[in-house]
């Protein structure tokens, strides 16, 4: 790289590490240079540094010439010394230190000319506190520049606790480690410091090491105060009160002008002042920040709490809830933080920032809050949607005690209890009239969305259809977001138990793509997206999706997502052979379920840890799991011996019964479970859960019968639901309806849209047929049709999916088929079904 720049504040170890580089090996001849404040002229500039190359480079004596070579132009006399340079017979590296005296625009033009011609064999490093004004944006196009900053320089957790060490200091423990590196933020000077304050403390920790004491004090005023104009030693001292900034925040706060090009130049002299992300966005080093402060305190005491309300008036303003928020809390000002905090809390409520409700709210002393009834209100929304329901219960006693908003109040219960109970909820008579239109706008867009969640548990769904639809049209026009995206949720859902899985992404795609993904809203339109994109098969951007979601599911987030992406995931990994972290995250999940009262959330774990246990042959795990459950107990009880109505946990927990029946070869009885479940599913409209069951007798009596008669029966099946509601949950949940059945329906001359087999083609292979007569005097049928499944590499466990039998059968019949092949082992029995030679 001909080019490096190092660029870091005063104090970061630039010169140090230099040093210490010079002083270690190498094939390179390295000639150190710096450069004193007085060379920013161009004669005495090139003067210095062409007396250091001729002293230390051999063959780049210049004598008498150096008058001529300094009256030639700057860029001339770059490309001169380019000429001389490449007569070195060795690699060189020019080190220009303490390069931020340099303004001046010939020496500058002079050296971007040397960089331009620069031999293949020299190497300039430039170490500096301001950037260059060079052509690094050139250089950086072609790759011609290497950048190290305060970040490369900065000291790591090895590399403090090693120089603690050699101060003489004991092991440094983690908190310890992990506190001076925050408020040093790995700055060498700071590090320094604070290290032999401890040393000289004993090891103890400072009792406060921080912008305030007197080294970093001094090391500040010397370096970063001294010698600013008043302007912007005034813009520094009082923007102390940020933690993040920009133009017009200190234009319209601190009452400068032009604070964004002050800015600017303050940033590129490396005074500490450090480049957020967001382009014209500062924050203070943590240590100068408290320099900093401790100045305005001593300077301008009777400014500080002014400067921070107006700071609260003006983020609020922009929207910055947190940033207002804080400020006003700083003010020491009580009216002013309540009111603050009452548009902030709004603001959040509808946005779904709970977590900030729950945190500011926390510092209200009760009386405060029980004196604002929109406050205590909030927080109870802001609990109940965090699922810390005992805390809710608490705040929403004392509102009601406090005679609050009595329609309110009904609605605020109403959230709670039907999130805490889940589906053994039953609301109060006449609940729908908070749905009327005569209530307030907000009031029955939360009624509606919630009620329509209410209804899709219950399984009603062209009523939670409805309340949903018509929610999420009231929530956009009062401006309740994260509702909004819980009612596109519920939407999802809805759809996907009447098997209209296309209809989804239709809904739920442009809202989804306009939605920030920062915000919760994110959340829960990705699920949506999640069940649209894994129901139609398209698992390639599914698992990424939810990858995304398992880093953001947090507290705030709906189970209903929480579960979905934790079950979602499982399957798309243990469909790729990811069983370990497959049960991990069901583990996971059930960790969270055991903090309230989950038991449908629980029902589905349950179904698809049972369903991963025979599917991967665990019988020893999938044993536990109907014991743990007590699913053993409740099948001897009779739970599916008669139809009842419908609820999700039976069901659910019957289909793991169905699974365990079959891994222990009780077909008889997994299909009277069978039977009874969808029988009792045919009085509702959950169509999607109704074709699982039915795929999963389909799949079980497949055993039974031949082709011509699967055949038929898949035909009924596809003219009853339709070939579109046939989608990925049908072939997860029914283990063995895709590989064994459904490979028959291009045999039904069924017009099989071409979009379908896109998506589901895989399903759709048709099975190889048993092409081996002479097996037929040696095997059963039944040992053919398991023989093919060998042939096709399938293993024991895919082999009893195929064949509707159970694991400990299909290995039962393997042992036979190898007795009778006279063969030892899965290998032979390949090798001798070769085409065999007529003798």
Same mark, same amino acid.
């Given at each position: 790289?001909?080019?490096?720049?190092?660029?870091?504040?005063?104090?970061?170890?630039?010169?140090?590490?230099?040093?210490?580089?010079?002083?270690?090996?190498?094939?390179?001849?390295?000639?150190?240079?710096?450069?004193?404040?007085?060379?920013? =002229?161009?004669?005495?500039?090139?003067?210095?540094?062409?007396? $250091?190359?001729?002293?230390?480079?051999?063959?780049?004596?210049?004598?008498?010439?150096?008058?001529?070579?300094?009256?030639?132009?700057?860029?001339?006399?770059?490309?001169?010394?380019?000429?001389?340079?490449?007569?070195?017979?060795?690699?060189?590296?020019?080190?220009?230190?303490?390069?931020?005296?340099?303004?001046?625009?010939?020496?500058?033009?002079?050296?971007?000319?040397?960089?331009?011609?620069?031999?293949?064999?020299?190497?300039?490093?430039? $170490?500096?506190?301001?950037?260059?004004?060079?052509?690094?944006?050139?250089?950086?196009?072609?790759?011609?520049?290497?950048?190290?900053?305060?970040?490369?320089?900065?000291?790591?957790?090895?590399?403090?606790?090693?120089?603690?060490? #050699?101060?003489?200091?004991?092991?440094?423990?983690?908190?310890?480690?992990?506190?001076?590196?925050?408020?040093?933020?790995?700055?060498? %000077?700071?590090?320094?410091?604070?290290?032999?304050?401890?040393?000289?403390?004993?090891? @103890?920790?400072?009792?406060?090491?921080?912008?305030?004491?007197?080294?970093?004090? @001094?090391?500040?005023?010397?370096?970063?105060?001294?010698?600013?104009?008043?302007?912007?030693?005034?813009?520094?001292?009082?923007?102390?009160?940020?933690?993040?900034?920009?133009?017009?925040?200190?234009?319209?706060?601190?009452?400068?002008?032009?604070?964004?090009?002050?800015?600017?130049?303050?940033?590129?002299?490396?005074?500490?002042?450090?480049?957020?992300?967001?382009?014209?966005?500062? &924050?203070?080093?943590?240590?100068?920040?408290?320099?900093?402060?401790?100045?305005?305190?001593?300077?301008?005491?009777? #400014?500080?709490?002014?400067?921070?309300?107006?700071?609260?008036?003006?983020?609020?303003? !922009?929207?910055?809830?947190?940033?207002?928020?804080?400020?006003?809390?700083?003010?020491?000002?009580?009216?002013?933080?309540?009111?603050?905090?009452?548009?902030?809390?709004?603001?959040?409520?509808?946005?779904?920032?709970?977590?900030?409700? +729950?945190?500011?709210?926390?510092?209200?002393?009760?009386?405060?809050?029980?004196?604002?009834?929109?406050?205590?209100?909030?927080?109870?929304?802001?609990?109940?949607?965090?699922?810390?329901?005992?805390?809710?219960?608490?705040?929403?006693?004392?509102?009601?005690?406090?005679?609050?908003?009595? @329609?309110?109040?009904?609605?605020?219960?109403?959230?709670?209890?039907?999130?805490?109970?889940?589906?053994?909820?039953?609301?109060?008579?006449?609940?729908? #009239?908070?749905?009327? %239109?005569?209530?307030?706008?907000?009031?029955?867009?939360?009624?509606?969305?919630?009620? $329509?969640?209410?209804?899709?548990?219950?399984?009603?769904?062209?009523?939670?259809?409805?309340?949903?639809?018509?929610?999420?049209?009231?929530?956009?026009?009062?401006?309740? @977001?994260?509702? =909004?995206?819980?009612?596109?949720?519920?939407?999802?859902?809805?759809?996907?138990?009447?098997?209209?899985?296309?209809?989804?992404?239709?809904?739920?795609?442009?809202?989804?793509?306009? %939605?920030?993904?920062?915000?919760?809203?994110?959340?829960?339109?990705?699920?949506?997206?999640?069940?649209?994109?894994?129901?139609?098969? &398209?698992?390639?951007?599914?698992?990424?999706?939810?990858?995304?979601?398992?880093?953001?599911?947090?507290?705030?987030?709906?189970?209903?997502?929480?579960?979905?992406?934790?079950?979602?995931?499982?399957?798309?990994?243990?469909?790729?052979?990811?069983?370990?972290?497959?049960?991990?995250?069901?583990?996971?999940?059930?960790?969270?379920?055991?903090?309230?009262?989950?038991?449908?959330?629980?029902?589905?774990? +349950?179904?698809?840890?049972? &369903?991963?246990?025979?599917?991967?042959?665990?019988?020893?795990?999938?044993?536990?799991?109907?014991?743990?459950?007590?699913?053993?107990?409740?099948?001897?009880?009779?739970?599916?011996?008669?139809?009842?109505?419908?609820?999700?946990?039976?069901?659910?927990?019957?289909?793991?019964?169905?699974?365990?029946?079959?891994?222990?070869?009780?077909?008889?009885?997994?299909?009277?479970?069978? *039977?009874?479940?969808?029988?009792?599913?045919?009085?509702?409209?959950?169509?999607?859960?109704?074709?699982?069951? =039915?795929?999963?007798?389909?799949?079980?009596?497949? !055993?039974?019968?031949?082709?011509?008669?699967?055949?038929?029966?898949?035909?009924?099946?596809?003219?009853?639901?339709?070939?579109?509601?046939?989608?990925?949950?049908?072939?997860?949940?029914?283990?063995?309806?895709?590989?064994?059945?459904?490979?028959?329906?291009?045999?039904?001359?069924?017009?099989?849209?071409?979009?379908?087999?896109?998506?589901?083609?895989?399903?759709?292979?048709?099975?190889?047929?048993?092409? #081996?007569?002479?097996?037929?005097?040696?095997?059963?049928?039944?040992?053919?049709?398991?023989?093919?499944?060998?042939?096709?590499?399938?293993?024991?466990?895919?082999?009893?999916? !195929?064949?509707?039998?159970?694991?400990?059968?299909?290995?039962?019949?393997?042992?036979?088929?190898? $007795?009778?092949?006279?063969?030892?082992? *899965?290998?032979?029995?390949?090798?001798?079904?070769?085409?065999?030679?007529?003798?």
């Amino acid at each position: 790289m001909p080019l490096t720049l190092m660029l870091a504040p005063p104090g970061a170890g630039k010169t140090t590490a230099l040093r210490q580089w010079l002083e270690g090996p190498g094939d390179v001849r390295k000639i150190y240079h710096p450069v004193p404040r007085r060379d920013d =002229e161009p004669r005495r500039f090139f003067r210095g540094l062409l007396e $250091a190359l001729e002293r230390q480079v051999e063959g780049l004596a210049v004598g008498g010439m150096i008058g001529r070579v300094l009256r030639l132009a700057p860029a001339a006399l770059g490309e001169w010394l380019a000429v001389r340079l490449a007569r070195s017979p060795e690699p060189l590296c020019l080190i220009l230190d303490d390069f931020q005296h340099i303004g001046d625009a010939d020496v500058l033009a002079g050296l971007a000319a040397l960089l331009e011609r620069l031999p293949s064999h020299v190497r300039v490093l430039i $170490a500096s506190q301001v950037r260059p004004d060079l052509p690094l944006v050139r250089l950086q196009v072609t790759n011609r520049v290497q950048l190290v900053d305060a970040a490369d320089l900065g000291f790591s957790a090895e590399e403090v606790c090693e120089l603690h060490e #050699r101060l003489g200091g004991s092991r440094l423990d983690e908190q310890a480690l992990a506190s001076l590196l925050a408020i040093t933020e790995g700055w060498a %000077t700071g590090v320094a410091l604070a290290l032999r304050l401890r040393a000289l403390q004993g090891d @103890a920790v400072p009792a406060r090491f921080d912008g305030s004491h007197a080294g970093i004090a @001094a090391f500040f005023d010397q370096e970063v105060l001294r010698g600013l104009p008043d302007s912007c030693r005034q813009l520094l001292i009082t923007s102390a009160v940020f933690e993040r900034f920009d133009g017009p925040a200190c234009d319209a706060v601190l009452g400068s002008q032009g604070a964004a090009r002050q800015l600017e130049r303050l940033a590129v002299r490396q005074l500490f002042l450090l480049p957020l992300p967001e382009p014209g966005w500062y &924050r203070h080093h943590a240590l100068l920040r408290d320099f900093l402060a401790g100045r305005l305190a001593i300077e301008q005491p009777e #400014r500080v709490g002014d400067l921070h309300g107006r700071a609260a008036a003006h983020f609020l303003r !922009r929207g910055e809830y947190e940033q207002a928020v804080r400020h006003a809390w700083q003010s020491a000002d009580d009216a002013l933080f309540q009111s603050v905090l009452s548009t902030c809390c709004g603001a959040w409520l509808a946005s779904g920032e709970f977590a900030a409700i +729950i945190h500011w709210l926390g510092r209200l002393p009760e009386e405060r809050l029980r004196g604002d009834p929109r406050l205590l209100l909030c927080l109870v929304e802001a609990l109940t949607l965090s699922r810390r329901f005992h805390q809710a219960s608490y705040h929403l006693a004392q509102a009601c005690a406090l005679s609050a908003d009595p @329609a309110s109040l009904r609605c605020l219960a109403f959230y709670l209890q039907l999130f805490q109970q889940d589906c053994h909820f039953v609301p109060e008579p006449n609940w729908e #009239r908070l749905t009327d %239109t005569e209530q307030p706008l907000a009031l029955r867009a939360r009624a509606l969305v919630i009620g $329509a969640y209410h209804h899709l548990l219950g399984g009603r769904l062209a009523r939670a259809l409805r309340f949903a639809v018509q929610g999420k049209e009231l929530l956009a026009e009062a401006g309740l @977001a994260f509702l =909004e995206s819980y009612a596109d949720l519920v939407i999802a859902l809805c759809h996907r138990q009447a098997g209209r899985v296309a209809q989804v992404r239709r809904e739920v795609s442009a809202d989804f793509q306009r %939605t920030d993904p920062s915000r919760p809203a994110w959340v829960n339109r990705a699920t949506a997206m999640v069940v649209a994109l894994y129901e139609q098969n &398209r698992l390639e951007a599914a698992e990424p999706l939810c990858e995304q979601l398992l880093a953001r599911v947090s507290a705030s987030s709906a189970t209903e997502a929480i579960a979905t992406v934790y079950l979602t995931l499982s399957r798309l990994l243990f469909r790729r052979q990811a069983h370990e972290r497959a049960s991990r995250l069901l583990e996971q999940l059930a960790g969270l379920l055991q903090l309230g009262q989950y038991t449908r959330f629980s029902s589905q774990l +349950i179904q698809e840890q049972a &369903r991963q246990a025979w599917l991967s042959g665990r019988t020893a795990l999938l044993e536990s799991l109907v014991r743990r459950y007590r699913l053993d107990v409740a099948l001897a009880e009779g739970s599916w011996e008669r139809v009842r109505e419908h609820d999700e946990c039976w069901e659910r927990r019957g289909l793991a019964v169905v699974y365990w029946l079959q891994a222990r070869g009780q077909h008889g009885r997994a299909e009277r479970v069978l *039977r009874v479940l969808l029988e009792a599913l045919r009085r509702g409209e959950l169509r999607a859960r109704q074709l699982i069951v =039915e795929a999963n007798l389909l799949t079980l009596l497949a !055993r039974q019968h031949d082709d011509a008669e699967q055949l038929s029966a898949l035909v009924r099946l596809v003219e009853e639901y339709g070939l579109v509601t046939i989608n990925r949950s049908v072939f997860d949940e029914a283990p063995g309806f895709g590989e064994g059945v459904f490979g028959l329906l291009d045999a039904t001359g069924l017009d099989i849209p071409e979009r379908y087999r896109q998506l589901f083609g895989e399903f759709l292979a048709p099975r190889p047929p048993a092409q #081996r007569p002479w097996l037929a005097g040696l095997l059963t049928g039944k040992e053919v049709e398991i023989f093919d499944c060998l042939l096709q590499g399938l293993s024991n466990t895919e082999i009893s999916v !195929r064949t509707g039998i159970a694991l400990s059968t299909t290995k039962w019949h393997l042992k036979n088929i190898y $007795a009778k092949l006279n063969v030892a082992n *899965r290998t032979e029995a390949i090798l001798c079904a070769r085409p065999r030679s007529v003798s």
